[in-house]
């Protein structure tokens, strides 16, 4: 987490959404009540009704969720469920699940995918305008079997790489990407490589990051972008 004037940063009053496959609430790594109510968008782009729309059945966002909790533990996460029986959806989910997001006040959008179809690079860069207009930052993978995947390969998005030697307390910074540890929050007992690991980890711990420099900055009051704060703020060590 991020240190500045002996004060550490936890993602207080940063609200992040997580694009995924929901969140279950009942796992002993997720901070419950900083959960709020989720939404579950089909791959038509439409919102589907239900409770527990947003209840994750495939384990990945929960994951996912942990993974960011674990770098800023006082965000508020916002589950955008776009994972349902599968960990593929459409372009048009995920676009909607973006939006709805900024909708809804998101600071930090994770996004553990991507397209690698240049088709959909006009959709995506509107919303990359959009969430930079309303100062918020989407958080994705740079790049997806050495193509360049969107919307993380776009102007004004923080592109994550996976970098497995960096520690997971910390990252650094070349070419304007961020690179962060694949592995996941660690479960007593259990192999590192026995356990949900990749790119998707490395984001989530980049937006975690990004959620404590957003406080900080908020604190500081400094007139510069999220992501110019975050890719100034190399290698900056967890306590």
């Given at each position: 987490m991020p240190e500045a004037l002996g004060r550490t940063?936890?993602?207080?009053?940063?609200?992040?959404?997580?694009?995924?496959?929901?969140?279950?609430?009942?796992?002993?790594?997720?901070?419950?009540?900083?959960?709020?109510?989720?939404?579950?968008?089909?791959?038509?782009?439409t919102m589907l009704a239900g409770d527990d729309a947003a209840l994750d059945r495939l384990g990945h966002g929960t994951a996912v969720t942990a993974a960011i909790q674990e770098k800023a533990p006082d965000a508020e996460i916002l589950p955008m469920r776009?994972?349902?029986?599968?960990?593929?959806?459409?372009?048009r989910a995920l676009a909607a699940a973006i939006g709805l997001s900024l909708d809804l006040g998101a600071d930090v959008i994770n996004l553990s995918l991507g397209t690698v179809n240049p088709a959909h690079g006009a959709l995506f860069a509107g919303l990359a305008t959009r969430a930079a207009e309303q100062g918020a930052l989407i958080v994705a993978a740079r790049?997806?079997?050495?193509?360049?995947?969107?919307?993380?390969?776009?102007?004004?998005?923080?592109?994550v790489g996976l970098d497995w030697d960096v520690p997971r307390e910390t990252w650094r910074v070349e070419?304007?990407?961020?690179?962060?540890?694949?592995?996941?929050?660690?479960?007593?007992?259990?192999?590192?490589?026995?356990?949900l690991y990749g790119i998707s980890f490395a984001t989530a711990q980049a937006s975690?990051?990004?959620?404590?420099?957003?406080e900080r900055l908020r604190s500081t009051g400094a007139d510069e972008t999220l992501l110019a704060?975050?890719?100034q703020l190399d290698a900056i060590a967890a306590v």
């Amino acid at each position: 987490m991020p240190e500045a004037l002996g004060r550490t940063f936890t993602g207080r009053g940063v609200r992040i959404a997580v694009i995924d496959s929901g969140v279950h609430p009942d796992h002993p790594h997720i901070r419950a009540d900083h959960v709020l109510p989720g939404r579950a968008i089909a791959p038509d782009g439409t919102m589907l009704a239900g409770d527990d729309a947003a209840l994750d059945r495939l384990g990945h966002g929960t994951a996912v969720t942990a993974a960011i909790q674990e770098k800023a533990p006082d965000a508020e996460i916002l589950p955008m469920r776009v994972f349902h029986d599968t960990l593929k959806t459409s372009a048009r989910a995920l676009a909607a699940a973006i939006g709805l997001s900024l909708d809804l006040g998101a600071d930090v959008i994770n996004l553990s995918l991507g397209t690698v179809n240049p088709a959909h690079g006009a959709l995506f860069a509107g919303l990359a305008t959009r969430a930079a207009e309303q100062g918020a930052l989407i958080v994705a993978a740079r790049e997806a079997n050495g193509a360049p995947c969107l919307p993380g390969a776009l102007e004004g998005v923080l592109g994550v790489g996976l970098d497995w030697d960096v520690p997971r307390e910390t990252w650094r910074v070349e070419n304007g990407v961020l690179y962060a540890s694949g592995y996941p929050r660690p479960i007593p007992g259990v192999p590192l490589q026995h356990n949900l690991y990749g790119i998707s980890f490395a984001t989530a711990q980049a937006s975690g990051f990004a959620a404590c420099a957003c406080e900080r900055l908020r604190s500081t009051g400094a007139d510069e972008t999220l992501l110019a704060a975050l890719l100034q703020l190399d290698a900056i060590a967890a306590v």
